[in-house]
């Protein structure tokens, strides 16, 4: 099993920045992938970033791509986001997820944390 917590949500102002945290605990050995949702009010929740624990390999959704950084420290087992530039379409809760190598590709949910930019 594997455990998340998402911390650094809050409020900004457009164009401001923040942060978020996901912290891994548990059987994190067996994880290799690291994600970032969200999913704003009304909506589906949608991917946002990835990373690879093994070489770092990066993706980031269109509507996020320079803007957005994510980022993991191993010896730590946590994922960041830095997001800069943020607009109010970036309202949302900010979920992060670990993928397993188990099944398949068995998947692990933070509980998410509330990013609300204002303007």
């Known amino acids: 099993q594997v455990q998340l917590v998402e911390s650094g949500g809050g409020l900004v102002q457009a164009g401001g920045s923040l942060r978020l945290s996901c912290a891994a605990s548990?059987?994190?050995?067996?994880?290799?992938?690291m994600d970032w949702f969200r999913q704003a009010p009304g909506k589906e929740r949608e991917f946002v970033a990835g990373i690879r624990w093994s070489g770092g390999s990066t993706y980031y959704a269109e509507s996020v791509k320079g803007r957005f950084t994510i980022s993991g420290d191993n010896a730590k087992n946590t994922v960041y986001l830095q997001m800069n530039s943020l607009k109010s379409e970036d309202t949302a809760v900010y979920y992060c997820?670990?993928?397993?190598?188990?099944?398949?590709?068995?998947?692990?949910w933070g509980q998410g944390t509330q990013v609300t930019v204002s303007s």
């Open positions: 997820r670990a993928t397993a190598a188990l099944h398949g590709g068995l998947y692990y």
């Open positions: 548990g059987r994190t050995f067996s994880t290799y992938t």
